[in-house]
């Protein structure tokens, strides 16, 4: 189904009953499912054949829905307030208040959160809320850059493809761990890591960023 107002309405139905659906990002096309139904996340593991201790993030519609999840320090908003929309995910201590899935957080009290610079998952987390989110791709296998590769890998597996064209196949997300009082580099990516860093710099907050060059630090 083609991305447009009427497929992503289509999709939101999907996700409200419990299904899978698979949708182009600013990177590479993923799967998500609705945050509130009931075996969802456990479905997007099942369909990549992932590991059940890989955590999965949550893509947002605007910066404002982080701190509704998550504890949104003074550097995390920062670099959100900078960075997103973008290929930036944020690890951030989750709310005590929030009741997250153990399957979307692998057990950890921590969650990552991105806004991709996207039009259709946005509007999809605008509909439902922060939505869980990973590659449309089997697990160890090439990333899916357009919707026919995702129904060659997922099949049945996904209950719709939205189709919105090539995806921009860039890099995936940096990702910085902003669960402590210094944020730490987690994983190279779409921005380079001294752009971050020389934000922090500049608004006078320690980090643990590397100031020049690239770097990538595997979790």
């Keep these: 189904m083609a991305d447009d107002p009427e497929g992503r309405s289509a999709a939101a139905e999907v996700l409200r009953a419990g299904g899978i659906v698979a949708l182009p990002t600013d990177t590479v096309y993923g799967i998500a ?11 997007l593991f099942s369909a990549k054949g992932r590991p059940s201790d890989r955590a999965i993030m949550l893509l947002l519609a605007e910066p ?9 320090g003074s550097a995390a908003r920062l670099l959100g307030e900078a960075f997103w929309p973008g290929g930036l995910t944020l690890v951030l201590p989750a709310r005590p208040d929030v009741r997250l899935p ?9 969650i990552g959160l991105r806004v991709p610079d996207h039009a259709c998952p946005r509007a999809l987390a605008a509909a439902l809320g922060p939505m869980p989110a990973t590659s449309a791709n089997l697990s ?6 357009d919707a026919q590769a995702v129904v060659d890998q997922l099949g049945d597996s996904v209950d719709l493809v939205l189709d919105g064209g090539p995806a921009s196949g860039g890099p995936a ?20 890591p001294a752009r971050l860093a020389a ?6 907050l320690p980090h643990d960023l590397p100031r020049s060059g690239s770097a990538d630090v595997g979790r």
């Design 102 to 110: 153990a399957a979307l957080t692998a057990g950890r009290p921590t």
């Design 64 to 72: 404002a829905q982080a701190s509704a999840i998550g504890l949104v």
């Design 173 to 192: 997300s940096t990702v910085v761990d902003c669960t402590t009082d210094r944020p730490g580099l987690l994983r190279a990516g779409a921005i380079d």
């Design 33 to 43: 499912c609705d945050l509130a139904a009931p075996g969802g996340i456990e479905r």
């Design 199 to 204: 934000e922090l710099d500049a608004a006078g």
């Design 140 to 145: 160890g296998q090439p990333d899916a850059a």
